[in-house]
């Protein structure tokens, strides 16, 4: 948490030049160019017209690309800066879906979506960085383009969804939803739950106090709840990646990084101790499949893969506090 908190190593996207403007805009063409591509080599044999339409946005990202350097090669000369989203503070990390076996629609609407939804904010906001009359018309064209990419999203084979076709809004708000509830409540609810496994097991098996358990359970979750906010909000304020309001996500990670700490505290509230303990475990158990699942639903992690990060690595942790309070 503390890492993610100084984000090291990385720029303030408000300090770069026009060079590393541009460099950085090249880079992110070419990577989204691929993706599309990688995305309509997966869907071709089930949905051939939407791959033609990925297809043709990643045409589309590589004419983008060739504006930017031809315009970079113009005022900077031809050696790019090498410089990527990863190096500048406030972009969204981004899970490599377009490298799972099998991806639904649905799952692409929503990463296109996010793509293109970046892309259009990353454009406006340099294009406010520049004092380049030629840079900054560039940048606002390339917005506006960006911003019809992420409008073809929606009419990606809407007769595929396994769903009845929503309205515009309402993927709308579906989307902002996931972006600044869904996720940093999730990476919440994770760290909550598996952080204070260890602290809060350890306690109750090294003291078979019930009462100092739960008072250790809660303060490492309030704590945890108290850290995961504050990174939250910290890591980016929303205006490249279109997350929303980071007091909304800090609230959302904060609130549910305590929910996930204190559901396996509160059965300590129970002065006997092993009734206490077999209800906190089984509490942990469904803590745990329940990450699973909410992984694989709004996270686009399959299923088994998220059993594996979460309730195997979740159980050996849980395991690690019972040797440890036992030692």
Same mark, same amino acid.
């Given at each position: 948490?503390i890492? #993610?908190?100084?984000?090291?190593? !990385?720029?303030?996207?408000?300090?770069?030049?026009?060079?590393?403007?541009?460099?950085?805009a090249?880079?992110?063409e070419?990577?989204?160019?691929?993706?599309?591509l990688a995305?309509a080599?997966?869907?071709k044999?089930?949905?051939?017209s939407?791959?033609?339409i990925?297809e043709?946005?990643?045409?589309?990202?590589?004419?983008?690309?060739?504006r930017?350097?031809?315009?970079?090669?113009k005022?900077?000369?031809n050696?790019?800066?090498?410089?990527r989203?990863?190096?500048?503070?406030?972009f969204?990390? #981004?899970?490599p879906?377009?490298?799972?076996?099998q991806?639904?629609?649905?799952?692409? #609407?929503?990463?296109?979506?996010?793509?293109?939804?970046?892309?259009?904010?990353?454009?406006?906001e340099a294009a406010?960085?520049t004092t380049d009359?030629?840079?900054r018309?560039?940048?606002g064209?390339?917005?506006l383009?960006? !911003?019809?990419?992420?409008?073809?999203?929606?009419? +990606?084979e809407?007769?595929?969804?396994d769903?009845?076709a929503?309205?515009?809004?309402e993927?709308q708000k579906h989307?902002?939803?996931?972006?600044?509830?869904?996720?940093p409540?999730?990476?919440?609810l994770?760290?909550?739950?598996?952080? %204070? +496994?260890?602290?809060?097991?350890a306690?109750?098996f090294? %003291?078979?106090? %019930?009462?100092?358990?739960?008072?250790v359970?809660?303060?490492?979750?309030?704590?945890?709840?108290i850290?995961?906010g504050?990174t939250?909000?910290?890591?980016?304020?929303?205006?490249?990646?279109?997350?929303?309001?980071p007091?909304?996500?800090?609230?959302a990670?904060?609130?549910?990084?305590?929910?996930?700490?204190?559901?396996h505290?509160?059965?300590?509230?129970?002065?006997?101790f092993?009734?206490?303990?077999?209800?906190?475990?089984?509490?942990?158990?469904i803590e745990?499949w329940?990450?699973?699942?909410?992984?694989?639903?709004?996270?686009s992690t399959?299923?088994? #893969?998220?059993?594996l990060?979460?309730?195997?690595?979740?159980?050996?942790?849980?395991?690690?506090?019972?040797?440890?309070g036992?030692?």
């Open positions: 948490m890492s #993610r908190f100084f984000e090291a190593n !990385k720029r303030d996207f408000s300090s770069l030049n026009e060079a590393e403007i541009l460099s950085l090249i880079s992110a070419e990577e989204d160019g691929r993706i599309y995305y080599d997966k869907i044999k089930d949905y051939p939407s791959a033609k990925f043709e946005m990643a045409k589309e990202e590589e004419e983008h690309k060739n930017l350097f031809a315009l970079y090669k005022r900077f000369g050696r790019l800066i090498p410089i989203r990863e190096n500048v503070r406030g969204l990390t #981004r899970k879906v377009w490298l799972m076996k991806l639904s629609i649905d799952i692409i #609407r929503q990463q296109v979506w996010e793509m293109e939804e970046g892309a259009y904010r990353f454009y406006l406010k960085l009359i030629d840079i018309k560039l940048l064209d390339l917005a383009e960006e !911003k019809h990419h992420a409008k073809l999203a929606d009419d +990606l809407q007769k595929h969804l769903q009845k929503k309205s515009e809004e993927l989307r902002q939803f996931v972006l600044t509830y869904v996720q409540g999730l990476a919440g994770m760290d909550g739950s598996v952080s %204070t +496994l260890a602290p809060v097991f306690a109750a090294a %003291t078979g106090n %019930t009462h100092q358990t739960f008072l359970g809660l303060a490492a979750s309030i704590g945890a709840g850290s995961m504050f939250e909000a910290a890591s980016d304020d929303g205006k490249l990646t279109g997350r929303g309001s007091i909304k996500r800090g609230l990670s904060g609130l549910m990084t305590t929910i996930g700490g204190l559901g505290a509160l059965p300590y509230l129970i002065t006997d092993w009734t206490a303990t077999i209800i906190a475990a089984i509490v942990v158990l745990l329940a990450i699973a699942f909410i992984q694989n639903k709004y996270m399959p299923f088994w #893969r998220a059993v990060q979460v309730v195997i690595g979740g159980s050996l942790v849980f395991a690690a506090g019972i040797l440890i036992n030692a």
